[in-house]
């Protein structure tokens, strides 16, 4: 069988078919992913704020482990919503995110296996660990779909993560303003872009 070969113009064309088809996929059917998860961080970002503003008990920053709930939910959607075509643009944002997803889980059992050999662990380095994972998957798939908002909005989390590090290491303890942080960056970086693409995706 001969191998049909492309001109540079008809794979342009096929290029910008597939990204078009994935801004589709993020969206269509199967609810938008940077959406779901930004309004999910920055709900429970006010609301873990404010229990450790009327009660201080760490136990309260536990409730960022909810943050898994809405990947549970996502992947039972997934599997009844799931799209006809799947382009190499797809897979390669999937593939993205399921290397950010192993980090999380990654980090969440290290932590766990050093405070069992220790006897003392500070969970709240989760929140800017996080945020750069998430502000990392958030840029590459907006460079893999070519949609600025999406690859410039993740500074602003990479900027929260340093500063959260970096105060954390002068003070020694985490602030509760982290938690304002973590949700504000999610604003930034996926809420305001989600609404973003969702619009660009109904024009498409």
């Not at 597939?18 to 970002?45: E, H, P, W």
């Not at 599997?79 to 990654?106: A, C, I």
């Not at 779909?145 to 003070?171: D, H, Q, W």
Request: net charge positive; aromatic share 14%.
């Amino acid at each position: 069988m001969e191998e049909k070969k492309f001109t540079e113009k008809e794979s342009l064309e096929l290029i910008s078919h597939m990204i078009q088809a994935t801004r589709k996929n993020l969206v269509k059917d199967q609810g938008n992913y940077f959406i779901i998860y930004g309004y999910t961080a920055a709900i429970l970002s006010v609301i873990i704020y404010t229990l450790l503003r009327m009660i201080p008990t760490p136990w309260w920053w536990a409730g960022w482990f909810l943050m898994f709930l809405p990947v549970i939910i996502l992947l039972l959607k997934g599997k009844r919503n799931s799209p006809t075509v799947v382009t190499y643009t797809d897979s390669m944002v999937n593939k993205v995110w399921q290397v950010v997803g192993t980090l999380f889980s990654l980090t969440v059992l290290v932590m766990l296996a050093l405070s069992l050999l220790v006897g003392k662990c500070d969970f709240m380095l989760m929140l800017p660990l996080c945020l750069l994972y998430a502000s990392i998957g958030t840029a590459i798939t907006g460079l893999v779909i070519r949609e600025k908002c999406l690859s410039y909005t993740p500074f602003a989390g990479f900027v929260f993560a340093i500063y959260m590090l970096m105060s954390y290491t002068i003070n020694n303890s985490a602030a509760i303003l982290w938690n304002l942080y973590f949700g504000l960056s999610f604003v930034i970086m996926m809420i305001i872009p989600g609404h973003v693409l969702n619009n660009k995706s109904e024009k498409l």
